[in-house]
């Protein structure tokens, strides 16, 4: 079993940081990702964790924001993942489950009482993590697209 820790996202890890998004998000330009990073960065409404092994070596992050009550039906402000990633090789070892509680201490101390993620639709390994963590499907949504000519 990896030996762990988990924290709050420190500037020298932005580095890590940043090759692991891209890892997450590898159909978006790297350029695209940066655009976002400052925002997380400030903290403002929103956190990131970071899994750290014994070797000082990132091996998971968890972003999270509030968000006002204004999606699936909500009747406050929730905490949201946008952004939970765990290097392959560093799965199955308790760390998507650490840096979920993670995130959902942060929303209790921000005042929320529910938190809420997405999964792309045929990312099965992503849905089974969710539903291992106790989320509960809401919803299931297609997205259209048509060019304007």
Request: glycine residues 8%; aromatic residues 10%; contains cysteine.
């Amino acid at each position: 079993m990896m030996s762990f820790a988990i924290r709050l996202l420190r500037s020298s890890d932005y580095e890590q940081w940043c090759q692991m998004r891209a890892q997450l998000w590898n159909d978006v330009p790297s350029a695209e990702l940066e655009l976002e990073t400052p925002d997380w960065i400030a903290g403002k409404n929103c956190a990131v964790f970071v899994a750290e092994n014994a070797a000082g070596v990132l091996c998971g992050f968890l972003e999270v924001a509030i968000r006002p009550s204004d999606v699936n039906g909500t009747t406050g402000r929730f905490g949201y993942v946008e952004g939970w990633y765990v290097a392959s090789t560093a799965r199955r070892q308790g760390i998507g489950r650490s840096l979920v509680d993670a995130a959902e201490s942060w929303s209790k101390s921000q005042g929320c009482d529910e938190i809420h993620s997405d999964a792309h639709i045929e990312n099965h390994v992503s849905e089974a993590a969710h539903r291992a963590m106790g989320f509960s499907e809401v919803e299931r949504l297609v997205h259209f697209s048509k060019r304007l000519l």
